[in-house]
Nanobody, 126 residues
Framework: QLELVESGGGLVQSGGSLRLSCTSRWSLDYYPLGWFRQAPGKEREGVSC????????TYRDDVKGRFTISRDNARRTVYLQMNNLTPEDTAVYYCGAVPRNFMPRNCLDTYEYEDWGQGTQVTVSS
């Protein structure tokens, strides 16, 4: 168990920005990491994912150009910078870790992940 802890969520107006963080007291070097979100009444969906060294990133189409995933392995932290937020981005955001040392073919698939944080709420008002 990596005991992932998300933070940085909040209430922001449409067009605003937030930076989410996900950290662990254990090393994250070994694991591809991802950000997911779940809106009320909807399934959890992949937002972005990043390889162990950060050289490979993937984004869902509707966040491309607005969100940026990054990681700092020395700080055991993965980030999600979210710009130009819209009400459709409102959800609980979770980070997760792939329990293997290689990126899965579809790193936005929730089934590839085992360790999850408790989530942080992001609310975007219009």
């Amino acid at each position: 168990q990596l005991e992932l802890v998300e933070s940085g969520g909040g209430l922001v107006q449409s067009g605003g920005s937030l930076r989410l963080s996900c950290t662990s007291r254990w090393s994250l070097d070994y694991y591809p990491l991802g950000w997911f979100r779940q809106a009320p009444g909807k399934e959890r969906e992949g937002v972005s994912c990043i390889s162990q060294e950060g050289g490979s990133t993937t984004y869902r189409d509707d966040v491309k150009g607005r969100f940026t995933i990054s990681r700092d392995n020395a700080r055991r932290t993965v980030y999600l910078q979210m710009n130009n937020l819209t009400p459709e981005d409102t959800a609980v955001y979770y980070c997760g870790a792939v329990p293997r040392n290689f990126m899965p073919r579809n790193c936005l698939d929730t089934y590839e992940y085992e360790d999850w944080g408790q989530g942080t709420q992001v609310t975007v008002s219009s």
